[in-house]
């Protein structure tokens, strides 16, 4: 088996969803350029390069919508 650090991937998880609540506000709100900053620098990597996890994907379909979007560390 694989050991798994909870508190680390608990806090992704939570990152992921924070990015998931703001890109839909912005969305709702009509936003059309967003620089979006997470300090996950994991996060961010499982974003770009992890098409794979429900979650990731989720976020990725934010990311694709008709704007500019960009995901930076700050």
């Known amino acids: 088996?694989?050991?798994?650090?909870?508190?680390t991937a608990s806090?992704?998880?939570?990152?992921?969803?924070?990015?998931?609540h703001g890109l839909?506000?912005?969305w709702e709100k009509g936003a059309k350029k967003i620089l979006e900053e997470s300090d996950s620098?994991?996060?961010?990597h499982l974003i770009k390069e992890s098409p794979h996890y429900n979650l990731i994907r989720?976020?990725?379909d934010r990311l694709y919508r008709d704007w500019e979007?960009?995901?930076v560390l700050p």
Request: proline fraction near 0%.
């Open 1 to 7: 088996f694989r050991s798994v650090n909870i508190e």
């Open 11 to 20: 806090h992704i998880v939570a990152e992921l969803w924070s990015i998931i």
């Open 24 to 26: 839909d506000l912005a």
């Open 41 to 44: 620098k994991v996060g961010i």
């Open 58 to 60: 989720m976020v990725q």
């Open 69 to 71: 979007c960009r995901l």
